[in-house]
């Protein structure tokens, strides 16, 4: 199961959040940097405004000589919300700036680049600038909020569109609904000429030629979210400015991860500095690994057993220090790697594996978990659960290895054993 439909599945089960005080906080799909969605939306023949990169301080002079703008905007490029409001472990305010003097765009770059930035969606440490955005204010005469994305309530990719941009999208559907348009595309077809029209107009692109410039750009739009395999491409706002241009001035775009052997280029663009670096680890063999606070290491295989173990670890007492799911065809090396990352994270101080062998061979699990911990020396408690395919062969595995695991088939058994450990 992908890390994006198991977080999907996580967050709509009830019993999650009634016995698991352990928060999620890493997410393995990829984020890309406002920049990076800039650049793809310019690629595909959508309007953005004209911006340039900085990485190095010291460059920031050579820059500006080439970027010239009678009003400039730098933003801060980290992967949270919230940046206009933010601090830097320096002092320096505001993570987005709006100046006419080059000078002063200078000066900024230097107290944004190499510091911290906090903002309420980061952590207190807050989130080190690596690279600064400086672009071309747009004068903007008027908001609207365009989505694409794929909805599972319609079966397929949905438009959604509304007059009221610049806004929480969530606020203007439930206050004023009557401002929300919502058309279902038919996944081979998409946004033709009738449905741009419509939309344009509904969105108040009123006058012919700006009205052209807006189907324009809702068209380029449904071809970036099928050329990339978008989950979903937000642009708010979707601006008309005062010299009549219809332009992208900020976006938000999530990727389908199972897409990735196709999209390589997209994700290789991925900056893995603000992840877990134990989420990075796993991810290279495509293992999902999650992050929580407590203390014990759950190895498991599938979402919805990765759920029942935390639960029933919460209900005996006890709080999960991850999960990793392996998944199905999963093979001896990526169960030694699994088995080492769980182990290696410092708040674990006892392990949990709960495999139910379907399409998963218990005794490929075994031969996993026994490499690794005596790769490892490892001193931890170890409970092992194995039920299914081969379990008679991977407990066989477990005894002669003469590794102090302790083995159980009753889960409600095994999840005290694991509790009772670390107490």
């Not at 010239?68 to 919230?82: N, T």
């Not at 498991?300 to 799911?325: C, E, H, R, Y």
């Not at 092992?384 to 066989?396: I, S």
Request: proline residues 2%.
């Amino acid at each position: 199961m992908s890390s994006f439909l198991t977080r999907k599945f996580l967050s709509s089960l009830g019993s999650f959040t009634k016995y698991s005080q352990a928060g999620v906080f890493s997410v393995r799909h990829l984020n890309l940097l406002e920049y990076q969605s800039k650049e793809l939306l310019k690629d595909s023949g959508v309007s953005v405004q004209n911006f340039t990169i900085v990485d190095d301080a010291n460059k920031a002079d050579s820059a500006l000589d080439k970027f010239r703008v009678d009003e400039y905007v730098i933003k801060a490029q980290v992967l949270a919300g919230g940046r206009g409001k933010g601090w830097f472990d320096n002092g320096f305010k505001g993570g987005v700036h709006l100046t006419k003097d080059p000078k002063e765009v200078k000066d900024i770059v230097k107290h944004m680049l190499g510091h911290r930035l906090i903002t309420k969606q980061t952590h207190k440490d807050g989130i080190l600038v690596q690279k600064v955005m400086i672009a071309e204010s747009v004068d903007i005469q008027r908001e609207t909020y365009v989505c694409i994305l794929m909805d599972r309530g319609y079966n397929g990719p949905v438009l959604i569109a509304s007059p009221a941009g610049g806004m929480d999208i969530e606020t203007v559907a439930e206050k004023t609904p009557k401002l929300i348009k919502t058309v279902p595309l038919d996944i081979y077809y998409g946004i033709d000429d009738n449905i741009a029209k419509d939309v344009a107009e509904f969105l108040g692109f009123t006058g012919e030629d700006i009205k052209t410039k807006a189907i324009y750009e809702l068209k380029n739009l449904w071809k970036l979210f099928v050329d990339i395999d978008a989950l979903q491409i937000e642009i708010n706002p979707l601006v008309e400015t005062a010299d009549k241009q219809v332009v992208a001035v900020d976006a938000k775009i999530s990727f389908d991860d199972n897409a990735q052997f196709r999209q390589k280029d997209i994700f290789e663009l991925e900056d893995t500095n603000e992840k877990d670096p134990r989420e990075v680890e796993a991810s290279k063999f495509n293992l999902n690994y999650i992050s929580m606070d407590g203390n014990i290491a759950c190895l498991v295989n599938g979402a919805g057993l990765a759920m029942a173990t935390m639960d029933i670890i919460k209900m005996n007492g006890g709080d999960p220090a991850n999960f990793l799911d392996v998944g199905g065809g999963v093979t001896q090396d990526q169960v030694f790697q699994a088995f080492r990352i769980v182990a290696e994270d410092s708040k674990a101080k006892a392990i949990f594996v709960n495999i139910f062998g379907g399409i998963v061979n218990c005794a490929t699990i075994a031969k996993g978990i026994v490499a690794a911990a005596i790769t490892l020396g490892i001193k931890k408690p170890v409970v092992v659960r194995l039920q299914g395919t081969n379990m008679e062969e991977a407990r066989k595995i477990l005894q002669e290895s003469n590794l102090p695991f302790t083995m159980e088939n009753d889960l409600d058994v095994a999840a005290k054993k694991v509790v009772a450990a670390i107490k």
